[in-house]
């Protein structure tokens, strides 16, 4: 089994490759993959925090740049071009530590460090997926082949209303 | 009855009043309490998020000024004196509108705002306290009696070890 395994492996790491180049370079048209990680925005502001069990027991920090925090606080939609959204993602773990001072199991934190996942507003190079580019980064590089990335849009769709953005703002 | 809420009111007012005044001079020496709210600091930037069951079911955002995040990013123990740690704190809820569009529950999102708590770090205002002075707000005015306001430092002793802060840096 081991020889078609590696193989496997190695299609799909080619696959890999060729769904984050191409796209970036935007030879083949539409949809375009945001393929490198914004800079700084570990020290955006925070828009909100974000709990998903399901499949996810994830634990995220949703930070934007000061572009994305002006439009959340104004109200601005659709986003203007230039805003960006960044999720943090950990798992949604207990915390034995504090768990141990409460006397009880009640506290949650973030545990290991998931993906990144960024929203990068640009209404006419991501005009094919509503005007947002979508990325995915896992240990500091893209993540996720074209068929993964392609799932973004649809669902972000389904929150038109608010230009594709689940996140509210946290007061 | 009408007549005696509105007395016991009036008392547990004016209590309140007192406990937030003569602290805050320090006349009756410690414990000092932090009465006014840091400016700016909804645009600190992140140092994690929390999740708290127990009594609390409660979904933060922990927040640190400049002081705190260079503190927190170099592992400085003790922190310095002028970082300050906030917590907003919101109900943990469930989304309605994400797990409409997920179509199963998952989704949780901060609720109502309950209350936003900080930690200032004098050593020589707060002492008594380890150096940390603790806040607690409510609807933006100082909420909580002397005795509540008092439970703080005990339970925060309890992680000596990391200068009485339970939150970790989400990297």
Same mark, same amino acid.
Request: glycine letters at 8%; one cysteine or more; a neutral charge.
């Given at each position: 089994?081991?020889?078609?395994?590696?193989?496997?492996?190695?299609?799909?790491?080619?696959?890999?490759?060729?769904?984050?180049?191409?796209?970036?370079?935007?030879?083949?048209?539409?949809?375009?993959?945001?393929?490198?990680?914004?800079?700084?925005?570990?020290?955006?502001?925070?828009? !909100?925090?974000?709990?998903?069990?399901?499949?996810?027991?994830?634990? #995220?920090? /949703?930070? $934007?740049?000061?572009?994305? =925090? &002006?439009?959340?606080?104004?109200?601005?939609?659709?986003?203007?071009?230039?805003?960006?959204?960044?999720?943090?993602?950990?798992?949604?773990?207990? !915390?034995?530590?504090?768990?141990?001072?409460?006397?009880?199991?009640? #506290?949650? /934190?973030? $545990?290991?460090?998931?993906? =990144? &996942?960024?929203?990068?507003?640009?209404?006419?190079?991501?005009?094919?997926?509503?005007?947002?580019?979508?990325?995915?980064?896992?240990?500091?590089?893209?993540?996720?082949?074209?068929?993964?990335?392609?799932?973004?849009?649809?669902?972000?769709?389904?929150?038109?209303?608010?230009?594709?953005?689940?996140?509210?703002?946290?007061?």
């Amino acid at each position: 089994m081991r020889p078609i395994a590696f193989a496997l492996l190695g299609v799909a790491t080619l696959a890999g490759v060729v769904a984050y180049t191409v796209p970036a370079a935007n030879q083949e048209g539409p949809p375009v993959f945001v393929t490198s990680i914004p800079p700084g925005y570990r020290d955006w502001k925070l828009i !909100s925090v974000a709990h998903e069990e399901g499949n996810f027991h994830s634990f #995220s920090a /949703v930070l $934007g740049n000061d572009s994305a =925090i &002006q439009a959340y606080r104004a109200g601005t939609i659709p986003f203007p071009d230039g805003a960006i959204i960044a999720a943090l993602h950990y798992r949604h773990v207990p !915390s034995e530590e504090n768990n141990k001072v409460f006397g009880q199991e009640q #506290s949650f /934190v973030p $545990g290991t460090p998931t993906n =990144i &996942q960024f929203m990068v507003k640009d209404s006419r190079k991501y005009a094919a997926t509503g005007g947002w580019g979508f990325a995915h980064f896992q240990d500091g590089k893209p993540s996720g082949d074209e068929a993964f990335m392609k799932t973004c849009f649809p669902c972000h769709n389904e929150i038109k209303a608010r230009d594709l953005v689940f996140t509210r703002y946290a007061q």
